[in-house]
Nanobody, 127 residues
Framework: QLQLVESGGGLVQPGGSLRLSCVTSGFTLDNYGIGWFRQAPGKEREGVLCISRSGISRNAADSVKGRFTISRDNAKTTVYLQMNSLKPEDTARYYC????????????????????WGQGTQVTVST
């Protein structure tokens, strides 16, 4: 059974850091591009960062460039989202998702290609 399980969320003060993990099982991770998305109350789910199958290409939303990074460890079947300099507007539920992409392609931040989703982990940035 294909699964993605997020962890690492929590409450953090503005300016702080968190690292989210997305542990995958039931499929071969290196056959998929992985994206991180987030959804705040009353807002649509938006793409944050993604990493291609090869791990070479990344795509980041403007709002997180320079603050968030993504990495993948295929041996550990895990994808990480490192979030630094967190702001209150980063508060949301964060989801990881898997898309079956060609090896040489980049990765998109729109939801359509992502076929498999985790349940999410809550990130709250507040004093």
């Amino acid at each position: 059974q294909l699964q993605l399980v997020e962890s690492g969320g929590g409450l953090v003060q503005p300016g702080g850091s968190l690292r989210l993990s997305c542990v995958t099982s039931g499929f071969t991770l290196d056959n998929y591009g992985i994206g991180w998305f987030r959804q705040a109350p009353g807002k649509e789910r938006e793409g944050v960062l993604c990493i291609s199958r090869s791990g070479i290409s990344r795509n980041a939303a403007d709002s997180v460039k320079g603050r968030f990074t993504i990495s993948r460890d295929n041996a550990k079947t895990t994808v990480y989202l490192q979030m630094n300099s967190l702001k209150p507007e980063d508060t949301a539920r964060y989801y990881c998702a898997a898309a079956p992409l060609p090896y040489t392609s980049g990765c998109p931040l729109n939801r359509a290609p992502y076929e498999h989703w985790g349940q999410g982990t809550q990130v709250t940035v507040s004093t």
